[in-house]
């Protein structure tokens, strides 16, 4: 079992460009979430995606959407990107069906520097 | 606004000594989640707590619940140079099982010889 996988591990962009991030969840596991982790800080909740719709946001502005496939997988999409976009982002996977007792399992993360 | 605060956001240990990390949380969330995170590394889980009074053990960490009270602690026991890690307590952002984490800032655990 691969468990979370996401890709690319590294990116640097610059202000004002687009970034998509991709993460492929464990097997088995059918909803994704979204996390921004800025340095030295806890992860914040951006989006959570099930049955390839968004079911809850963070509070995040528009420029950060995102997309889930047939196969689970989910792409997360920041457009116009700042400084403080900078950050590690974090996806985590789980199976909906029993989401209330179960752990979310977190992907190594994408690091991305925004200069 | 849902509001995790954890104490202290900086843990200096020494080997062998016990220590207790807390966990506060605003919402009337009844699960609790635990992580660690080396640095550079992603989340591990450590605990799911999924009611009051609930109390979990693993090894020299054992976490314990008061929903009533809104409060988590994360004990540590005697503890080695490889708790070292980040710590990090969340619950769900709804106060349900949505599986939308809120997150605290984290305890750095140092762990000194």
């Known amino acids: 079992d691969a468990g979370v996988t996401q890709s690319p591990t590294h990116l640097i962009k610059t202000r004002g460009q687009q970034v998509t991030l991709r993460c492929s969840p464990k097997?088995?596991?059918?909803?994704v979430s979204w996390y921004q982790q800025a340095l030295g800080q806890g992860p914040q909740f951006i989006f959570q995606?099930?049955?390839?719709?968004?079911?809850q946001r963070g509070n995040f502005p528009d420029r950060f959407s995102g997309h889930q496939f047939p196969n689970y997988s989910s792409e997360l999409n920041v457009n116009a990107l700042l400084l403080g976009d900078s950050a590690l982002y974090l996806c985590?996977?789980?199976?909906?069906?029993?989401?209330?007792?179960?752990?979310?399992?977190f992907g190594a993360g994408t690091r991305l520097s925004v200069l | 606004e849902l509001k995790v605060e954890q104490n202290p956001l900086f843990l200096s240990m020494q080997e062998g000594k016990n220590y207790t990390i807390y966990c506060n949380y605003s919402?009337?969330?009844?699960?609790l989640y635990w992580y660690r995170q080396d640095p550079g590394k992603s989340l591990e889980s450590l605990f799911v707590?999924?009611?009051?009074?609930a109390v979990k053990q693993e090894g020299r960490l054992m976490a314990s619940l008061d929903t009533k009270a809104r409060l988590s602690t994360l004990h540590i026991t005697a503890a080695v140079h490889d708790l070292s890690a980040t710590y990090f307590c969340?619950?769900?952002?709804?106060?349900?099982?949505?599986?939308?984490?809120?997150f605290g800032k984290g305890t750095k655990l140092s762990v000194k010889p």
């Open positions: 985590a996977s789980s199976p909906r069906t029993v989401l209330a007792k179960n752990i979310q399992y």
């Open positions: 097997s088995g596991h059918d909803t």
């Open positions: 995606y099930y049955e390839e719709e968004e079911r």
């Open positions: 919402t009337t969330s009844d699960r």
């Open positions: 707590l999924l009611s009051n009074g």
């Open positions: 969340a619950v769900d952002l709804y106060g349900g099982s949505q599986g939308n984490l809120i």
